[in-house]
């Protein structure tokens, strides 16, 4: 099996003189190259021997091969994890570094610079799909967005999602304040407002290195206002001040990324 691995989308951000951001879409197709084809085409072919092959009117099939769900699963991972460091690669090209990642330990670091670096990667599908199917057919496209951030100062937080954090998940994880401020609002501007939540949550989660039951329980109900506002203007990347500790909120809405940094 062969596969073909690329980045489209592509968007540089530079936040402040310190700190840059790189999003895009990394797709992957997987392909049988052609000897796998011929060989599992035959294996659906019995008796064979006893033909005259001369006189055989041969017919090209291709079988159609098709991947568990946890074969799956494994592939869009593996398409993840790569995506991103090709990312990382594409955003250093950018910015003129030479250097590589220092994988040993949290937070992610560039071995020679030193600089902090902080990953994101999401489904470009709906998060559920994977467990709903039975199986991915060979040669479609497996999707993901990815998102990497790298500052020079201090850990950096970044999420990237696509779909919106369902209500009663929303329920179960944020705080008190968080939940009464959220259920006052209409239901649109609630569900996006709890998206943005989430996104924070985890870019924290990201920085101090929190469990996720615990970064998820955290509670950042004084910034709903900002955010409220935020949406009721136009659209574009905005940064907000947080007071833990002293970090900036980025919002990217057109990638669907939110920066602590």
């Known amino acids: 099996m062969i596969s073909t691995l ?47 092959f001369t006189e055989v009117n041969w017919q090209y099939h291709s079988a159609t091969l098709t991947l568990s769900v946890r074969e799956l699963a494994h592939k869009q991972r593996q398409l993840q994890r790569q995506g991103v460091r090709l990312l990382l690669k594409k955003l250093l090209n950018e910015l003129n570094i030479s250097d590589s990642l220092d994988e040993s330990g949290f937070p992610y670091r560039l071995s020679n610079h030193g600089h902090y670096v902080c990953f994101s990667h999401t489904s470009s599908a709906n998060k559920n799909n994977v467990s709903e199917r039975y199986a991915l057919t060979l040669n479609e496209t497996l999707k993901s967005h990815v998102a990497v951030i790298i500052t020079r100062h201090r850990p950096v937080g970044i999420d990237v999602e696509s779909n919106n954090v369902k209500w009663r998940v929303a329920q179960r994880f944020y705080s008190t304040d968080e939940l009464a401020a959220l259920k006052l609002l209409p239901i649109i501007q609630r569900d996006n407002i709890a998206k943005l939540l989430w996104q924070i949550k985890e870019s924290f989660i990201k920085i101090h290195q929190y469990t996720l039951a615990q970064g998820l329980g955290m509670d950042y109900a004084y910034l709903i206002p900002d955010l409220i506002c935020y949406l009721e203007g136009p659209l574009v990347t905005r940064v907000i001040q947080c007071q833990s ?14 920066v602590i940094f």
Do not use: G, M
């Open 6 to 52: 690329s980045l489209t989308q592509l968007h540089y951000t530079q936040l402040d003189a310190t700190t840059w951001c790189a999003t895009a879409q990394v797709s992957e197709t997987l392909k049988v190259q052609q000897e796998e084809k011929i060989w599992q085409t035959a294996a659906f072919i019995s008796h064979i021997a006893r033909y005259d």
């Open 245 to 258: 500790p002293h970090y900036r909120i980025a919002i990217l809405p057109n990638q669907q990324t939110v």
